[in-house]
């Protein structure tokens, strides 16, 4: 099976006040593997949400993680690794209090990491996804 990738983009789109010329994808779905571009404040059409609210991003984040793993045959209770980038420590809680909402009964494993910056100045956290479908589940039709 070929690798499917959702919902390509540019990053000259996505960041038009940096100087990047990289094809990505939101979702990349290989096998029953799915792996999530890190999901952030920002939505499908470019706003941005929740500026100086880390819960509020973190929402979302979530909502946005949800329908990309949707789109790609997937659901958020097979979400096996969530990696979440915060810029300030202060955020911990209630970023962690909404993923863990979004997750509740998914047990993934998880790393939380303090960093000096994301990808743009508004941005307080972003949550990187990997899922994996159940053997028992179908793959959806390429």
Not at 21 to 42: C, K, P
Request: hydrophobic residues 40%; aromatic residues 6%; glycine residues 8%.
């Amino acid at each position: 099976m070929a690798h499917v990738r959702i919902r390509k983009f540019n990053t000259k789109a996505m960041y038009p006040d940096q100087n990047l010329d990289n094809d990505l994808s939101m979702v990349v779905r290989a096998g029953r593997h799915i792996f999530v571009r890190g999901q952030t404040a920002q939505d499908f059409d470019g706003r941005i949400h929740g500026i100086g609210d880390p819960a509020a991003q973190a929402e979302n984040a979530m909502r946005c993680a949800k329908v990309l793993l949707e789109e790609a045959g997937s659901r958020l209770d097979h979400v096996c690794k969530v990696t979440i980038y915060l810029v300030d420590r202060a955020h911990r809680e209630p970023v962690y209090q909404v993923v863990g909402r979004w997750l509740k009964g998914v047990f993934p494993v998880s790393t939380g990491l303090i960093v000096a910056g994301l990808a743009k100045p508004e941005y307080l956290m972003e949550i990187d996804i990997d899922a994996v479908i159940p053997d028992d589940e179908p793959l959806p039709a390429e």
